[in-house]
């Protein structure tokens, strides 16, 4: 390949002034950098896994922290597999690699081991390469930094979801992904439902398995897209099949109940197995009621969450669901509610499932809970979400917990 002065010699006329050609010269030179730093970026994501795995193990510590990477995201067609995410990342760390460190960070950060946490992101923005390499546009690092300005104190969320935005228009899925949750919670942002659709139907294509679940969120709730349950399903077992704990136990839960999907307990129950061995403690507590009723011999029949979920009515202003003429007016309040919910005439929907609050319908409060979560016909707030998900968790309303599990995450 020919260096930059041989091109330049071929391109710049000779007759020129010296301070014309001096200036032209550093001019191409900077031109030359740009265009290589753009070549390079691009580049990172057509290496195949195998040539990032063989420098890895040949010990490149900048491939081993990529590689810590793409098993925690589950990036090049891997599935989600923490437990080499984190083995990679300690590998990583020990040689001096910024994304290995930040990665690390990232995994205790998940595992509530805050002191370490914050120990490795200050590692990685003060005694490592990762600003050096996010200076030169490296998306895997603009990424971690992004990240750690947004989870990390002093807290940055503005300049971490431009680092993240930047890394997801160089191409990064898992960037896309996390842009695409910010924008459709509107965590840290004003909620944009087209946006974050767009960005994690981007990063979808590209079998990312974050991205896939909100997907198939978003086709549940009708959340920027008609809601659809055949692709919400679709998708959301697109995400458990990539090893993402999430997806599992969402899948295990609709499968189990029936809920949008033809009921399968036995298939159910085998995600929730999954979703268990990954650590999720919500999938254990799940399994172990499912596995009684799997062997139950009327595990066909409807489960009565009022029975068998392990939550009680704790609230002395929630009534019997057992009386006939309290239990009729509550179905029809909720009957009504979902109707509108589902057509999106949100404000009609509160008013019903606000009736059924009264009432202490688990159904209806966790809908407000919902409402308040996505900002659907009030105002967006979390801490009115987080208020009604407790009550919903405390009245016997399973499905509340996963949506407040899912908001104290954010």
Known sequence: MLNPIAIYALIIPKNKPTLFKLFSFFCFLLLSQFSGSLL???SIFKESLESIQSKALQGDSYYQGVLSLFYKYGEKGLSIQLREAE???KTATKNGSGIGMATLASIHLEKGNFDRSQFLYDEAYLHSNLRELAKSKNPFALFCLGLMEIDHPPKNTEKGIRN???????GFPTAQATLGVIYLSGSGHERDVKRGVMWCSRAARQKNPLAMF??????IFGDGVSKNEDYANRWVRAAADRGLVSAQLTLGMRLSMGDGIERNLKHGVAWLKKAALNDSEEAKVQLRRFQTLLKSPYKNSDIDDSKSNKYEYKQSNLVN???????SEILLNRKEGLKNYQNKKYANAQEYFLKGFKMGD????????IMNFLGQGVPKNNTKAKDYLQKAVQAGDIEA?????ALKRL
Request: charged fraction near 30%; charge should be positive.
């Open 362 to 369: 688990p159904t209806s409060i966790r809908y407000l809970g």
């Open 214 to 219: 909100y997907l198939g969120l978003a086709y």
């Open 321 to 327: 669901l057992d009386k006939k003429e309290d239990s």
């Open 40 to 42: 390079a970026s691009s």
């Open 164 to 170: 993240i935005l930047e890394s997801a228009n160089k």
């Open 401 to 405: 917990k996963k949506y407040l599990n």
């Open 87 to 89: 083995r990679w990342a």
